[in-house]
């Protein structure tokens, strides 16, 4: 019985040993070989490292490495990981190589004394080997095939195992494939979403900007109408300003027409008065001549009648004759009047004139016949002798009326006449400078007549005295605005002051051309146009 | 006291962006009398600026271009001026403006035009004739 219990409680320890602790492949579950969810035996997540070993839960306990949830709590734990995937391993797989198993039936039995005779006990002692070699071997046999099973058995739970660790990785993998999925479908929804709400939010914004640009426009338009109405406004504005200027200005003008009509109706009552006053002269002397012929006549009767009476008186032998100093002085004065009253022959008369030796009554003859004459030739033929004969008599007055009458009703074409009447009004003063001007400008135009250094001397003293006149009424204008500043003494400045430089270039211009001296020239056209560069132009 | 000093430093800024102040007179070259009639131009300037006719001065520190520009005088610039009178030699001078006390005195000569060798007496006016006289 002792023996029998030993037996069991030998048996049964063996039998607990082998339940409770067996060998390590009884652990391999709590120990996994690849905890990490890439495939790997090591690995960090986040700060924790995973290894095969034991892991501790929050609440301290031993939970397997490869424990995804805690098995009591049922948290995730390092190994939670949905999108990790198996790591490819990329190195060479090498098979474990099995030790060969022993081959049971070549073995030798071993013998247990070495040796054996034949005889009966040899018999009884062989058949008693050989029923404990087949013990033996039967034990042996038992045992291997009990390796054999339990071998088996081990090899059967661990492809189990192995299957089960590969169901549940497959599982797992499938799990995580299922739950990337998802979070992919999440994500493209997500995404989707995302872009709905991008799309919205653009539409949005494009609206908002869509009425912040019409809010732009319509105060644009708004800001473009008011800017429109402030240009009418101004507009209008300057229409009225510049129609009351135009007013004014027309105002002004007329009244500037009414004060010149009224200096020309003077200076014309004046002309008019003096042409009568001449006339009225002229009236006197023809009247006088008349008077003069008339006495002339009777002095003549009286001079025949005395010679009559001498004639009567001689043949009668009387030396008696009646003469008196009146009639005998008016005879005289009738002969010598008798020789110089008749102006019919011009030629004449031509030396007279050159002379100053005509007398008053061929002036009056010549008047008479002037103011009678058909033909305008003969009128400028009589004009030239009166003219003649009143500068040699040094009248100038006389000879200014009488060429003045001469350019202006009988003929112009006459340069030498132009020129000496606008060198003699150059030396009247800056109040004759205008006739001067005149003058000077019809000279020149019938300049052509001119040849030779007559021309070139005529002609440069012609622009010389019209530019000099032109200077003189610039400085009078000047000096009235000095006096008395207007915007009419302006105007006038500036009036004269252009006339003064045109025509001071002129006369630079041809004094160049023509090779005379241009200084002076040159002088005056820099004066009146403040640079020299308007004169040197061209 | 304070405030003085800082209406001087206005005034004197103001001054400076404004430009320097020229003074040019001018006189009769005979007389030394000012030309109440004379006329003071800068050559690239179209406007002519009368000089004051009891002092015949003109002052000015800025000029107006054609092309709308303004020439502030400043100190060291050489200026051009076109000095003019009727009656008078044109004269142009040339002043390179100081700090302060710009004053340019210009004298111009009379210009006298000869006309005593246009004489009318040496001017002979011919008889017309209808034919010539041999």
Partial sequence: ?538 | MTWLVFAWSIVASAADDEGIPVTVRVLDAATELPLPTAVVRHPQEQDRHRVNTETGTWTGSVLYMPDGSELFFAKGMPLEFEVSAPGYVNQSVTYVVRRRRNEVSVRLEKMAIDMSQEDPDDITIQFGRDKPID
């Avoid at chain 1, 990981?81 to 198993?101: I, N």
């Avoid at chain 1, 109405?229 to 209008?236: I, K, N």
């Avoid at chain 1, 011009?346 to 033909?375: D, H, I, Q, W």
């Avoid at chain 1, 200077?471 to 006339?499: C, F, G, I």
């Fill in chain 1, 1 to 538: 019985m002792n023996r029998i219990g030993g037996l069991v409680a030998l048996g049964a320890c063996l039998w607990s040993t082998d339940a409770l602790a067996g060998d390590w492949s009884s652990f391999s579950a709590a120990f996994p070989l690849l905890p990490c969810q890439d495939g790997w035996m090591g690995c960090v997540v986040y700060d924790q490292h995973v290894d095969p070993e034991l892991r501790r839960d929050a609440a301290g306990r031993a939970i397997p490495a490869d424990a995804r949830i805690g098995w009591f709590d049922l948290t995730a734990t390092a190994a939670f990981s949905p999108f990790a995937g198996l790591s490819s391993y990329d190195g060479d797989s090498v098979a474990a190589a099995e030790a060969p198993e022993p081959d049971p039936a070549a073995t030798p039995p071993t013998e247990p004394d070495g040796g054996t005779d034949g005889g009966p006990d040899d018999r009884h002692d062989a058949v008693a080997s050989v029923e404990d070699d087949r013990a033996e071997q039967a034990s042996i046999a038992a045992d291997n095939a009990a390796a054999n099973a339990e071998a088996a058995r081990m090899a059967r739970q661990a492809a189990q195992r192995e299957a089960e660790e590969a169901a549940a990785k497959r599982k797992e993998a499938d799990a995580a494939a299922v739950k990337q999925r998802q979070q992919e479908e999440l994500a493209r929804k997500a995404a989707l979403d995302a872009q709905k709400r991008a799309a919205a939010a653009d539409q949005a914004q494009k609206a908002q900007l869509d009425r912040e640009a019409a809010a732009a426009a319509a105060k644009a338009s708004e800001m473009e109408q008011a800017r429109q109405q402030a240009d009418a406004a101004a507009e209008a504005q300057r229409k009225a300003e510049d129609a009351a200027r135009v007013k004014a200005e027309a105002e002004e003008k007329r009244r500037q027409d009414a004060e010149r009509q009224k200096l020309a109706a003077e200076e014309a009552a004046k002309v008019a008065a003096a042409a009568k006053e001449q006339k009225a002269a002229e009236e006197r002397a023809r009247l006088e001549a008349l008077k003069a012929a008339e006495v002339a006549a009777q002095a003549k009767s009286a001079e025949e009648a005395r010679l009559k009476a001498e004639k009567a008186a001689a043949a009668s032998n009387t030396t008696t004759t009646v003469v008196t100093p009146a009639v005998q002085d008016a005879a005289i004065a009738t002969a010598a009047m008798a020789d110089t009253g008749d102006c019919a022959d011009l030629v004449k008369l031509e030396p007279f004139a050159s002379l100053g030796k005509l007398e008053p009554a061929t002036t009056a003859c010549l008047e008479t016949r002037l103011a009678n004459a058909p033909k305008m030739t003969d009128k400028k033929k009589i004009s030239g002798i009166l003219m003649a004969d009143a500068w040699a008599k040094g009248d100038k007055d006389t000879w200014e009326t009488l060429i003045k009458r001469h350019l202006d009703e009988i003929d112009q074409s006459d340069p030498d006449l132009c020129y000496k009447y606008a060198l003699h009004l150059s030396r009247q003063g800056p109040g004759r400078a205008s006739g001067v001007i005149r003058w000077a400008n019809v000279a020149l135009e019938n300049r052509m007549v001119w040849i030779g250094d007559t021309y070139t001397s005529r002609v440069y003293s012609l622009y010389k005295v019209r530019a000099a006149a032109s200077q003189s009424l610039w400085m009078q204008a000047e000096d009235e605005h000095k006096a008395a500043p207007t915007d009419e003494t302006r105007q006038k400045v500036e009036q004269y002051r252009n006339m003064t430089k045109v025509n001071a270039r002129e006369w630079y211009e041809y004094a160049k051309s023509s090779g005379k001296d241009a200084t002076t020239a040159q002088q005056l056209c820099m004066s009146a146009a403040g640079t020299a560069d308007y004169c040197e132009a061209g």
